[in-house]
């Protein structure tokens, strides 16, 4: 986004020098490490949430670049003390990209948090219907348009399938799911490998993701399935070399979230030209059903995942169908243009 939005304006970055305490961070680690190979970016990086007296002075090295519009990425309620109080002394206007209001691991003090951060902002660009209605639950009289969330298209290009099997280690013959992303209780992989027990011997599952806690439980369950063999695991943190080697194996990826806004997931499915199947919650059936890039399960069960993987492979025309609508929704969606319409929203503020 700051390239985009750099091509017409001038632009500085500010960011966190800590986003969490460790202690209540379930990753590996929340930092750049020089393993991490994506674009460097660079910032000032002053902003801690847990010292208000870099929130003070945030405030004030924003103020004396003097910029006209401050955008934000706002996802939990954690950060809305912090980035509330940088709104409401950074001396200009401020435009957020909402990736959440109501995180999906809901606490008591989300909503008193979210409405002290929204009503210090002046406009908000919301990435999926639901979204939106979250955002107009707390604060109806929002300034907002909602633009859908752009592609992620810096991986590279798709790796035949056969050289992306070798890599991994898996049967480039097999019809292949793919489970992509930070392994998150709502994100429901335990119902994805429920899922998995009763497909025949001719798929096979892969996992790509680090955990966000123990994996336990999910490798309790693999334990205890039939084709286990066919269950493969790359528990890590995916750099973005890597992400191209998962994607160009997969048939299909597979969303069965419990909950969901949208999902940057999709846009890197777009990209690899992967159609999902994925649960009807959220924004998931809006971003992705109505636009049929991919098949909306009616609930997010072991059962209803089954029947929609299923029904993908043995229906041919329903897989070239969600090829041809990602095909247009490449050419719809852009960080160029949603660069664009953030800066003629910001304008009418």
């Known amino acids: 986004m700051l390239i985009g939005l750099g091509k017409c304006n ?3 970055a500010f960011s966190f020098s800590r986003q ?32 208000p007296f870099t929130w003070i002075k945030t405030a004030r090295a924003i103020r004396k670049w003097k910029p006209d519009l401050l955008v934000m990425k706002y996802w939990m309620s954690w950060f ?20 959440n209001v109501i995180p999906h691991e809901a606490h008591w003090f989300d909503k008193p948090l979210t409405r002290y951060f929204l009503k210090g902002c002046t406009g908000f660009i919301s990435m999926s219907d639901s979204v939106e209605k979250d955002l107009l639950s707390l604060r109806p009289d929002a300034p907002h348009t909602l633009l859908p969330h752009p592609l992620y298209a810096h991986f590279g290009p798709k790796l035949p399938r056969e050289e992306a099997a070798g890599i991994l280690g898996v049967d480039p013959g097999k019809k292949t799911l793919l489970f992509f992303g930070l392994i998150r209780e709502y994100k429901g992989l335990d119902i994805l490998l429920e899922a ?27 334990d205890t399935l039939p084709g286990k063999d066919r269950v493969f695991v790359f528990p890590d943190y995916i750099r973005d070399s890597q992400v191209k080697q998962f994607f160009s194996v997969a048939d299909v990826a597979v969303l069965p979230y419990r909950s969901a806004t949208q999902s940057g997931i999709s846009s890197i499915a777009y990209h690899f030209d992967v159609p999902m199947v994925v649960t009807d919650v959220g924004g998931l059936k809006g971003t992705i059903g109505q636009h049929g890039t991919g098949i909306v399960a009616s609930e997010p069960s072991p059962e209803a995942i ?3 993987v299923l029904r993908f492979f043995r229906d041919p025309a329903l897989r070239q169908s969600c090829l041809e609508a990602i095909g247009r929704e490449k050419q719809r969606l852009g960080w160029d243009t949603f660069c664009q319409k953030l800066t003629e929203f910001a304008a009418t503020l």
């Open 10 to 12: 001038h632009v500085k």
């Open 196 to 222: 998995f027990r009763d497909l025949p011997e001719d798929y096979q599952l892969v996992v790509a993701g680090e955990p966000y806690g123990s994996f336990a439980k999910y490798q309790a369950i693999i």
């Open 80 to 99: 809305a003390p912090s980035l509330g109080y940088v709104a409401r002394h950074c001396g200009c206007k401020s435009v957020v990209v909402l990736d």
């Open 306 to 308: 089954r029947a929609e």
């Open 20 to 51: 969490y305490p460790d202690f209540l961070f379930p990753g590996k680690t929340q930092y750049v490490t020089p393993e991490d190979e994506a674009a460097p970016v660079e910032a000032e990086a002053l902003l801690d949430t847990i010292n």
